[in-house]
């Protein structure tokens, strides 16, 4: 095979995102999105070109080095050095991956989450680890309060944008082709959210309908609040609290999108902002902060940033949210405990805990932990607590 020809200004673009990638707290999503913006000649090709083996090289970042037979450095020489591996290894593959590699290696993780998640998951760890490492698949989520799935697919294919139906959730349709969809009519006028199948589901739990009120405790920029609020038809109330006021303004402009008037937003500074809505609901989402690592295949460089005391202290403040919210809700009232997380520390073992806290007040209902091995779903947990009395 006649090696591959890389220019050269795409071959330091890809260095660059590795440098910055590696060196900074950035996650690799926004620096490949902003080295892109700063590239006006380059074309789609090039783009996609850049943007893939960047990903790629990040997701391999281990099992590269080890190839290479080198420990890892950031200097433009090594780097350089580093992408012809790469190349022979995943583009050209006329290098071979050696047989009998511990998983650290053979599916490129830091050393010390390979060790945890081997203790926390056994076995399931080496289906988990591999498919943590597949290209994840782009899903939308119709919105049923201006579209129906059927009818989403139809306008798409209209767009000229190929798409399939899943099962994973009665909403959720998966795109054949990446695609930039932000430009599309069908994502300008609101008829479809870009969410993740197994995030889809995770509202379900909450059994949601019409007049409902509604909590979303750490609602981010509100991806499960506006789902919520079409499976009640927007007849309802959802008050959707977060620490981070950028991402309620997000929210509120996709709300705004979506065509959904029920959403209210609190910006939540400290416990006394709790005070007037205790007991105002029955329904409570804690979708809460978390190590991420059920989607390391959209975020690959959490492979990386992610570190021992990182995932310590989000345990921590897991229990201190769980804590704090489930005070607000009215008894006989039911709170959904959910992450993006593989590990039963921060799922299973963090829910126990929490009951054995609460033994009197609180039971569990069902849990339900859905696998990234499911290539329409990353690696969620989902929790549901009964609140039995005050």
């Known amino acids: 095979m006649e090696p591959l020809r890389i220019h050269s200004n795409l071959l330091n673009g890809i260095l660059e995102i590795l440098k910055e990638s590696f060196s900074s707290k950035i996650y690799a999503h926004r620096i490949i999105e902003n080295q892109l913006k700063s590239k006006k000649k380059w074309g789609s090709r090039d783009r996609a070109f850049v943007a893939k083996h960047s990903y790629e090289m990040i997701r391999w970042w281990r099992l590269l080095w080890f190839l290479k037979g080198e420990e890892s450095s950031l200097s433009k020489d090594k780097l350089n050095e580093l992408f012809e591996v790469y190349r022979s ?13 511990s ?137 959707c609290i977060d620490t981070n006021r950028k991402k309620l303004k997000e929210l509120e402009s996709r709300a705004n999108r979506a065509g959904v008037t029920c959403i209210k937003t609190l910006h939540y500074k400290d416990k006394k902002d709790l005070q007037k809505i205790s007991n105002w609901s029955s329904k409570l989402l804690l979708d809460v902060p978390c190590s991420g690592t059920g989607v390391i295949r959209r975020d690959v460089d959490i492979k990386w940033k992610l570190n ?50 609460n033994k009197t007040v609180f039971e569990l209902q069902e849990q339900k932990r859905l696998s990234p091995v499911n290539k329409d779903s990353d690696g969620y947990y989902v929790a549901v607590l009964k609140k039995i009395k005050d």
């Open 89 to 101: 290894w995943a583009i050209e593959e006329t290098l071979s991956t050696p047989k009998d590699l």
């Open 103 to 239: 998983i650290g290696i053979a599916q490129s993780y830091a050393p010390w989450f390979d060790k945890i998640a081997e203790k926390e998951l056994g076995k399931e760890w080496v289906s988990i680890s591999q498919a943590l490492n597949q290209e994840a698949n782009v899903i939308l989520r119709a919105n049923t309060l201006k579209t129906t799935k059927d009818e989403l697919l139809k306008i798409l294919s209209a767009e000229g944008i190929e798409s399939r139906e899943t099962q994973i959730s009665a909403e959720a349709i998966v795109l054949k082709k990446r695609k930039n969809l932000k430009n599309l009519t069908s994502f300008k006028s609101g008829l479809f959210e870009i969410q993740d199948g197994g995030s889809q589901l995770i509202p379900n739990f909450l059994n949601p309908v019409e007049g409902d009120k509604i909590i979303d405790c750490c609602s981010g920029a509100g991806g499960k609040a506006l789902s919520l609020a079409a499976k009640i038809n927007n007849r309802g109330e959802i008050l």
């Open 308 to 357: 021992s005391k990182i995932l310590a202290d989000t345990i921590q403040l897991q229990q201190e949210i769980l804590d704090t919210y489930s005070s607000l809700l009215k008894p006989g009232g039911i709170l959904i405990y959910a992450t993006c997380s593989i590990l039963p520390s921060e799922n299973e073992d963090q829910i126990y805990k929490f009951l054995n806290r």
